[in-house]
């Protein structure tokens, strides 16, 4: 703890020290045990007399805060204090905005059997040697200064080789910024392309967080429905400046945006002069043979802004992704990267690059992509026998969750909260409407164990 | 690489598989000796008969694209080939707003002699042993899923202790959000306190990268002037909604914040109904015995959001500060923070929290601080003795850098590139204005060994 001295305050030099010494004591940043710093060095510290410490000391030991040690030196006495909880009050508060986003919902798993929430990634599959081989040759060196706002220049390389080679998409490096995470990206685009009060178009059912982000940057955010075959481009305003899509597996519903569309999507963006971003989050877990092309290799005109993740393929706690924007947009995204949080992490960048290079990524998706697909096999069958009437299971061939559609009458509130009576944590889909919500629910497999599908679907139709 | 088939396509499945490779073998994306994937496995994969892939990979080989190996299997033949520079038309442009960012400005160092730009550590005194054994640690583990926007309890609690030892200042983990570093934690306080068109006030001469932020939220920046005694209070506009500033070493000019200043500046707030962000970014490296206590210990009633980073304690490039505010500010925090980008990386925050409760930073910082009060003392004294007739070196006792105010003419733009031209960087204080600059400039000795400040100063003076 460092000791302040004020020599313009009313109260002496022993009263400030001591004062300080016992509030710290009081509200617990100095704990039982705790050793006071020696009188010689804070008196040279704060250029008081070594006497005038003795004395401020002497007066806590008195008071019985404080008891002297056989070593020599102060320590302070065996009490017991509460952690501080300072009372602040409420003179700050949030915009109207700032304070309708959804709080933190903090994750109960601790409780749950079966957590088939969607977005979790099987951590157990996670590949900790070889990950962290990777950053241990990268804490070789020291972290070092401030770097490229869009990305260690390796790392881009290294990206552009992996998308090319796992999702046929060609960019050049200079092309690409590395972020903390789709949204991180989206944030970005956002920032650098729209205006407050700009049209944006996002699929109705979507994702909830993209579209609170882009509210957030007051934009009106339009809901565009989806059907069998992905987003009705008909429906699209005419004024959207930017359409979010996800076009090799639809959040939620997990259909693939079909060919047709693809070209009306990319024609409409050329007629309407818009952007487009493709949100590639999970494609890189196909379940069945056949192709998943990414929107981007058919854009001919710079309008799709590739946005991918290492959430799933990884971890999302490893909080870094990717995008790949036309030429024109990389100056604006970089400084506004920049000016918001500098550089992706050294370390995470020099990891990630060696394990892109060494191949690690590929043999761990090979790997990973076999136990996911049993899981979403076994799951897709469990719940085709056991689901009861009125729910309908949607098909998907990617991702890592799966789709049903509860009856059409208003959406069930306590669904959520019967299930995890049950153990069973799930994704209700009520906040991926912004209109007209179905009792509809997410079952992600990620961190579900193949032999606990079945007792999860039981526990789940009980709660049904 | 991954291979598509298009049932739909006119051309046939031997030409679309012969197409792809050829066009990714003359764009780069494969190179001489890659191995073309198993014929057998691209054929279960697209659902095609194998002889379909084997004809395919056929016609490759005649055409000199592809060879034959000894083992079997396929490789792409030995043949230069550009790096892909795909031309992508300006479709998607900047809004005027997100152009006027300034462009990241890659750095020079390989090219100098003397790095002495501001905001430089030096990379040497890192921890390497003891960050690398948190980090190891952290990294038995995988990293897991996504977790609480505002940080680990953990960490924050960590975090706790070592403000209220380091800095006498007392809050509750729960008032903690762990951030990527002190402009992310501005970005977040904009995002949820203010409007656009609000008064935000700012130092003048400040730092840059903090107003191009919240010039980039759409705010009415204002600057502040700065005397002797830091912030001139009075000067503040009564509409301002918030205040940033640097109390304890004041960006760029170094002045501490006057104990008259700091009460005014408090009253003011209350008056005026504002927030105060206290950017306290380098004030563990004081050079001088005396107090240098933060302005977020004087306030009483919650108006001041104290901001931190571990930028120059350890590295900027761990991308690691936090905040702490009035808890009525933290839920919108936390979900702001969630929807840009969810959550501090799980490693980081773990290795990180072992790192401060180990006592790893505060034996740190003991040493580096020996090493940057030599270096501060001996380049105080070389600029003293050589700075030319016109070049005034202000005073600090904190932080790593000293700055030096020019002539009183107009700015010279090419001093910068005549400093580089013998060797030296610095950071200019042009940016740091937004009317009426000087000529004057910091000159940072974080990565400057105190054995070569003399010959840097030579230069440097040569350069005036």
Redesign the interface.
């Given at each position: 703890?460092?000791l302040?001295?004020?020599p313009?305050d009313d109260r002496s030099a022993i009263r400030q020290l001591y004062e300080?010494i016992r509030d710290?004591i009081l509200?617990g940043?100095l704990t039982a045990g705790d050793r006071l710093l020696p009188t010689r060095g804070v008196a040279?510290?704060?250029?008081l007399a070594r006497s005038t410490i003795t004395e401020a000391y002497g007066r806590l030991t008195a008071e019985g805060y404080v008891e002297g040690r056989a070593g020599g030196g102060s320590v302070v006495a065996e009490r017991l204090v509460a952690?501080?909880?300072?009372e602040?009050?409420?003179?700050?508060?949030?915009?109207p905005?700032?304070?309708s986003?959804?709080?933190?919902d903090?994750?109960p798993?601790a409780r749950a059997r079966f957590d088939l929430r969607a977005?979790?990634?099987d951590?157990?599959l996670?590949p900790?040697a070889a990950?962290?081989r990777c950053?241990?040759a990268a804490?070789?060196?020291?972290?070092?200064?401030?770097?490229?706002?869009?990305g260690s220049t390796a790392l881009r390389t290294a990206l552009a080789?992996w998308m090319?080679?796992?999702?046929?998409v060609?960019?050049?490096p200079e092309?690409i910024v590395v972020?903390?995470?789709t949204?991180?990206a989206i944030?970005l685009v956002a920032?650098?392309?729209?205006?407050?009060g700009d049209v944006v178009a996002v699929e109705e059912p979507g994702y909830p967080?993209v579209r609170?982000?882009l509210r957030?940057h007051?934009l009106d955010v339009a809901g565009v429905p989806v059907d069998r075959h992905g987003i009705v481009v008909d429906a699209i305003p005419p004024a959207a400046r930017l359409v979010c899509v996800t076009p090799s597996h639809q959040y939620p519903l997990g259909v693939l945006l079909g060919?047709q569309r693809r070209r009306d999507l990319l024609r409409w963006a050329r007629r309407a002069?818009a952007?487009i971003i493709e949100d590639d989050y999970d494609s890189e877990f196909r379940h069945t043979?056949?192709?998943l092309?990414p929107l981007h290799r058919l854009d001919r005109?710079?309008?799709v802004?590739y946005v991918g993740t290492f959430s799933k393929t990884?971890?999302?706690?490893?909080?870094t992704g990717f995008m790949a924007?036309?030429?024109?947009?990389i100056?604006?995204l970089?400084?506004?990267r920049?000016?918001?949080?500098?550089?992706?992490?050294?370390?995470?960048q020099q990891a990630l690059t060696l394990f892109l290079n060494d191949g690690h990524l590929s043999r761990h998706l090979h790997r990973a992509r076999a136990v996911y697909t049993q899981r979403h096999t076994r799951l897709h069958h469990e719940l085709r026998q056991r689901l009861p009437a009125g729910y309908r299971l949607l098909p998907a061939d990617a991702g890592l969750h799966l789709a049903v559609v509860g009856p059409n009458t208003p959406p069930d509130p306590d669904l959520r909260h019967r299930a995890a009576a049950r153990g069973v944590l799930l994704t209700s889909l009520r906040r991926s409407y912004q209109q007209h919500p179905t009792a509809s629910f997410l079952l992600g497999f990620g961190?579900l164990p193949t032999g606990r599908v079945a007792p999860a679907v039981a526990a789940l139709t009980e709660a049904l």
């Amino acid at each position: 703890m460092e000791l302040f001295f004020d020599p313009d305050d009313d109260r002496s030099a022993i009263r400030q020290l001591y004062e300080q010494i016992r509030d710290a004591i009081l509200d617990g940043r100095l704990t039982a045990g705790d050793r006071l710093l020696p009188t010689r060095g804070v008196a040279a510290d704060l250029g008081l007399a070594r006497s005038t410490i003795t004395e401020a000391y002497g007066r806590l030991t008195a008071e019985g805060y404080v008891e002297g040690r056989a070593g020599g030196g102060s320590v302070v006495a065996e009490r017991l204090v509460a952690y501080p909880d300072s009372e602040m009050p409420a003179a700050l508060t949030p915009t109207p905005l700032a304070a309708s986003l959804r709080a933190y919902d903090p994750a109960p798993e601790a409780r749950a059997r079966f957590d088939l929430r969607a977005g979790r990634v099987d951590a157990g599959l996670f590949p900790v040697a070889a990950w962290r081989r990777c950053q241990l040759a990268a804490l070789r060196r020291a972290p070092g200064q401030y770097s490229d706002p869009a990305g260690s220049t390796a790392l881009r390389t290294a990206l552009a080789h992996w998308m090319a080679a796992s999702r046929g998409v060609t960019v050049t490096p200079e092309q690409i910024v590395v972020t903390s995470g789709t949204s991180h990206a989206i944030d970005l685009v956002a920032r650098v392309l729209l205006e407050p009060g700009d049209v944006v178009a996002v699929e109705e059912p979507g994702y909830p967080p993209v579209r609170e982000l882009l509210r957030a940057h007051r934009l009106d955010v339009a809901g565009v429905p989806v059907d069998r075959h992905g987003i009705v481009v008909d429906a699209i305003p005419p004024a959207a400046r930017l359409v979010c899509v996800t076009p090799s597996h639809q959040y939620p519903l997990g259909v693939l945006l079909g060919r047709q569309r693809r070209r009306d999507l990319l024609r409409w963006a050329r007629r309407a002069d818009a952007a487009i971003i493709e949100d590639d989050y999970d494609s890189e877990f196909r379940h069945t043979p056949g192709p998943l092309e990414p929107l981007h290799r058919l854009d001919r005109d710079g309008r799709v802004i590739y946005v991918g993740t290492f959430s799933k393929t990884l971890s999302p706690a490893i909080r870094t992704g990717f995008m790949a924007a036309p030429h024109t947009l990389i100056p604006a995204l970089t400084a506004a990267r920049q000016i918001v949080d500098w550089c992706p992490p050294a370390t995470t960048q020099q990891a990630l690059t060696l394990f892109l290079n060494d191949g690690h990524l590929s043999r761990h998706l090979h790997r990973a992509r076999a136990v996911y697909t049993q899981r979403h096999t076994r799951l897709h069958h469990e719940l085709r026998q056991r689901l009861p009437a009125g729910y309908r299971l949607l098909p998907a061939d990617a991702g890592l969750h799966l789709a049903v559609v509860g009856p059409n009458t208003p959406p069930d509130p306590d669904l959520r909260h019967r299930a995890a009576a049950r153990g069973v944590l799930l994704t209700s889909l009520r906040r991926s409407y912004q209109q007209h919500p179905t009792a509809s629910f997410l079952l992600g497999f990620g961190a579900l164990p193949t032999g606990r599908v079945a007792p999860a679907v039981a526990a789940l139709t009980e709660a049904l």
